[in-house]
């Protein structure tokens, strides 16, 4: 159901690469309530991905720009205010990549050019992202820019490796420019930390499908998926939420609040009983 929370607001995307991108469902939930979009991603990206499809179902434009340069990403501010003649109300950053993630390379054996290209493209895009539109004015006054994070940036997370400290630099980036940003334009910065959520990235980390039982097990709401954080970002966008700026704002089914579960203690309790699992304790720790 659409309620034309976005009616009339103009806004970019960045990061949607498919259908199972939150990106990609945050695009058709804007279109859906009202906003006309500009989509970006990597030049390879869109390419190798679907965005074209996404574009047609949103009549939307597409303009190439890696996050990571400046120059393309004043190219992108810069052509995307000559599409919609003037400023834009909001941004959604939903970029992260590690290469020693993808390698499967342990957080105590990292190989250290790898981890300076996962804080560039997961977190400095961001900082250079909002620099740019500062810069260029090109955020209206009470306009919103919306990051993904996740809680590894506040708990440790068995082999979330280096993007845990991207997400770190990522929230500790919209504190701080929200208090610039939102003291000079009235702009509002904030992150959501999103349930582990099984888009093409997410599904790159090792264990990833049982930290999504486990995550389950754990929250009273379970999981949230890619559509309900995409309603979310929609309030964001909103006038709804114009004075909330500088949160990292939980969107978990209450997993960040939880110490223990009844179900995740039943399956807890359930490795106890097996007496392989006894043996061979990290076995069922694997599993869970």
Not at 17 to 29: C, D, G, P, Y
């Given at each position: ?89 909001f ?41 740019a ?30 993007m ?64 309900e ?24 089914g ?13 399956q ?21």
């Amino acid at each position: 159901m659409a309620y034309n929370l976005l009616k009339g607001k103009k806004g970019i995307i960045f990061g949607a690469l498919n259908n199972m991108s939150i990106a990609w469902k945050v695009a058709e939930r804007a279109h859906e309530e009202g906003a006309e979009l500009v989509l970006t991603n990597t030049p390879i990206a869109i390419r190798m991905g679907e965005l074209d499809e996404l574009a047609k179902s949103t009549g939307s434009i597409m303009i190439p720009a890696d996050a990571t340069s400046v120059s393309d990403l004043e190219n992108l501010f810069s052509k995307t205010m000559d599409h919609f003649g003037g400023q834009i109300d909001f941004v959604l950053h939903s970029i992260g990549m590690s290469p020693n993630v993808r390698k499967k390379l342990p957080y105590d054996d990292l190989n250290y050019d790898f981890f300076a290209k996962t804080l560039d493209i997961s977190a400095l895009s961001f900082h250079k992202m909002i620099s740019a539109a500062k810069k260029m004015d090109a955020i209206k006054e009470w306009g919103s820019i919306v990051a993904l994070s996740y809680i590894a940036s506040q708990r440790t997370l068995f082999e979330y490796n280096d993007m845990a400290d991207a997400k770190a630099v990522l929230e500790s980036i919209a504190r701080s420019f929200g208090y610039i940003y939102g003291r000079e334009k009235h702009v509002r910065i904030n992150t959501i930390s999103q349930s582990p959520t099984p888009t093409t990235a997410g599904q790159g980390v090792k264990g990833f499908s049982a930290l999504m039982d486990f995550t389950e097990r754990m929250s009273p709401l379970g999981n949230a998926d890619a559509d309900e954080c995409a309603n979310y970002c929609i309030t964001l966008f909103s006038d709804l939420t114009m004075k909330v700026t500088m949160q990292n704002l939980f969107h978990d089914g209450g997993f960040s609040s939880m110490g223990m579960s009844a179900r995740a203690m039943h399956q807890y309790n359930k490795s106890l009983e097996c007496k392989e699992c006894r043996q061979n304790p990290l076995n069922e720790l694997t599993d869970l």
